[in-house]
């Protein structure tokens, strides 16, 4: 099982915000710099500025055909169309009503090219960046998209939008309209080389609509966007439509062609996953990617998938597998000695947990930049120590030594030599055995609730549970609907839950929402172990001042080694790959693209294969 938690639009939009500007002088000069077609990090762009169209697409897919699907996994209803702000429970699929400055090329590590914006010039000083406007934008009313509609946008994000676009936009000084075509970015401080792409991946919003629907509130009025798609029809807790603009302005750039093909997209919402993927299986919608290992080896016995009607695609997944797994929440006192969380991660026997729930199918998780480059291993090089030894008296011997990997299991679901060694922990950290309870010098009896959204994971930590009653530890899953389990999240009110999180192929701010102590105590971020360490602060700062992938690189395996001697969490599971069940009536282009899945964006509704499927049934 691999958890999909929601990190919502805001997540999208600033995993699309990508750049690696570094500077680490203050400025000395405002000239412009060339206009560019793109922006990229280290690399140059691959596409030259008359590239026609992204080499993973078909331009000549047709259009048409509808796909419904089962979007992001434990998502159960929806009470809001305004996706920027921390309150509400969105609806999916609203990053296709808004069309950004640039949009990112998926084969490609972290470039974007010219959407809205057929150009920009980053200042030579890197301390700003200006783009330049297609006159020929609009929004979906017909109304002309200006630089005016890009200022507000940034001011409202910035002053009322969801803490995770004020903390990435907290360097972007302002935003000025030049004239109606032309905005202009200026940047303040030292750490500004991932502003660039921050602001050219944000949503454009058309002010005047906004004038009418105040941008602090959340409401059910289908937004004005500019994107490919605006809402057709929706019925919350069951469903939401798209239905695909044929007057989109944008339809025929080359970062468009070939895209965004079916007509039609149909987001469905079940309260229970079973009922979800019985209403795959008798054909209720089309396309679902399957999350838990044991459906996927074991429900689809079913004949639609013997004959063929039913696909079972296994997609690789390139990019990094990120971190996912048991979230500590450090805020609270009996969390606070590593010992007691290093202890934890003892108790849980995953080689019991892959052999006998997940038949298997997933490796375990040892690293916070798991399946890239970033990721730690071994001794630390001469590049690693040389950032890292002016910290010596500050960190953990073993910082200095091998890196910390989970231990490994006998695979009886109670290896007892690991347990021994978490009792170990637990009293040398002042938690021993009373009346066979686990409590402190003042008789406080350690106690651990696992919050859940899903009944999906209790068959998992339920064994894990088991493990930590041997060591004495009350142990308990409190299991809420999905509403109150965001509420609980945003206000850091749990023991330890489940969080997936996938870090861009360049590491940049989003680090900081993750492990930064700015973000430690800042409600509705993604700090959920409430890491606030000025050490890990300063190696991020290292990172995001890289000019190089080389010394980015470098820098993320330090932040790796620090993170994992803090035993912040108890690391899960990944595969490299998507596991999605479909209806065979759709195809796709030859070659996928690299670093996403490709379906909503470069698939097509197959009208043959269609008619042959209504046929067979």
Known sequence: MTLRRPLRSIALALALAASAFAVTTQPTRTVAAERTHGLAAFDKLKYPADFKHFDYVNPDAPKGGRLSMIGTAGLTTFDSFNGFLVKGDQAQGLDYLYDTLMARANDEPDAVYGLIA?????????????FFLRPEARFADGTPVTAHDAVFTFNALKTK?????????RDVEKAEALDDLTVKYTFTGTLVRDLPLTVATLPVLPKAFYDKNPFENTWLVPPLGS????????KPGTFIIYRR??????????????????DELRYEYYRDRTAELQNLLNGTFDLREEFTSVDWATAYNVEAVKDGRILRLTIPDERPSGTQGFMINTRRAKFKDPRVRAALDYAFDFEWTNKNLFYGLYKRTTSYFENSEMKADGNPSPQELALLEPFRDQLPPAVFEEVYTP???????QDRKLLREADRLLREAGWTLKNRKRANADGEVLKIEFLLFSKSFERIINPYIENL????????????????????????DFDITTRRYVLRLTPGLEMVNYWGSATAETQGSLNLAGVADPIIDKLIDKALEAKSREEL?????????????????????????????????????????????????????????????KNRK
């Not at 994107?227 to 929706?234: D, K, Q, S, T």
């Not at 231990?407 to 679901?413: A, E, I, K, L």
Request: hydrophobic share 35%.
């Open 118 to 130: 057929r150009s920009a010039e980053l200042a030579d000083d890197k301390m700003s960046v200006t």
């Open 161 to 169: 939008g969801h803490p995770l676009y004020r903390f990435s936009l």
């Open 227 to 234: 994107g490919p798609y605006e809402i057709a029809n929706f």
């Open 245 to 262: 603009r044929k007057d989109y302005w944008a339809k025929d750039l080359p970062v468009n062609r070939g895209q965004y093909n079916f």
């Open 407 to 413: 231990p490994v299991s006998n695979g009886s679901g």
């Open 469 to 492: 009653k041997r060591l004495g530890i009350d142990a308990s899953i409190r299991l809420v609907d999905s509403a109150q389990y965001e509420r609980r999240v945003k206000d850091f």
């Open 553 to 613: 690189v470098t820098a993320a395996r330090t932040i790796d080694r620090v993170l994992r001697s803090g035993h912040y969490w108890v690391p899960h599971w990944y595969k490299a790959s998507h596991n999605v069940a479909l209806w065979d009536k759709f195809s796709w282009p030859k070659v996928k693209p690299k670093y996403d899945r490709g379906i909503i964006a470069t698939w097509w509704y197959d009208t043959a294969k269609a008619e042959k499927l």
